[in-house]
């Protein structure tokens, strides 16, 4: 079975400060991870993804991941935070077998204060 | 440029009727997916299509009906077994389904709301 945890539903920082979301997983197999990113009402954007290559993946926007199996972590981390990336984010585990499944977290809301 | 047109992007629905929100890809994907998401909860899924004439039900199907006639196409009618339809619902594509390392890209998500 797959399932996403992630740690914090709200983090706010102030701008120019490193940003952390955290996420954890459960997954029986080797996972395919991914994060996105959703302004309001808007879909979702994919920001990177993990698929058993690199464990530190870099993704848009300078957003950065780095996976840990003994943790069973996926955090993603970005060195210094703008204003334009106030939104939420979303940490994803996709299952096996048919369907491509996705299992979401249910999402960090992250604030940027000037 | 290729993508995922949802629409409309807002619609309002009354008491026992049925609506259905448009999803239609050019990305050439196989796969196709209807979410719902609720405020302060992940996404959830509705009905999931692998190939043309073939769908399955997901986690919250109950009250929805889908289609896939089309490899581009893939509407959602919210009908009024769906006690609590007011939410965001986003439609998502992707490559190769079996496959589970190909991203899910999305639409920009219809909002229905009852009148």
């Known amino acids: 079975a797959q399932s996403v945890t992630q740690l914090d539903s709200h983090v706010s920082v102030s701008e120019g400060t490193p940003v952390l979301l955290r996420c954890n997983y459960s997954s029986s197999y080797s996972p395919s991870l991914f994060w996105y990113v959703q302004h309001p009402n808007k879909g979702l954007q994919l920001l990177l993804k993990?698929?058993?290559?690199?464990?530190l993946v870099k993704g848009i926007n300078g957003f950065e991941a780095e996976f840990k199996k003994s943790e069973t972590s996926f955090h993603l981390t970005k060195p210094s935070a703008h204003m334009s990336d106030a939104a939420e984010y979303f940490c994803v585990v996709s299952g096996s077998g048919t369907g491509n499944q996705f299992y979401f977290g249910t999402g960090t809301s992250l604030t940027v204060i000037p | 440029d290729g993508g995922i047109t949802q629409s409309p992007k807002y619609l309002f629905r009354k008491e026992g009727q049925n609506v259905t929100l448009s999803c239609e890809q050019n990305?050439?994907?196989?796969?196709m997916y209807w979410y719902r998401q609720d405020p302060g909860q992940g996404l959830r899924l509705i009905y999931y299509s692998q190939i043309v004439n073939d769908f399955q039900k997901g986690d919250i199907a109950e009250g929805y009906s889908v289609s896939r006639e089309k490899k581009e196409s893939f509407p959602l009618t919210v009908t009024s077994a769906q006690k609590n339809p007011t939410a965001f619902y986003l439609c998502a594509s992707s490559r190769r389904p079996s496959y589970s390392n190909q991203p899910q890209h999305f639409g920009d998500g219809t909002r229905l709301s009852i009148l």
């Open positions: 990305l050439n994907h196989d796969a």
């Open positions: 993990y698929t058993s290559a690199a464990t």
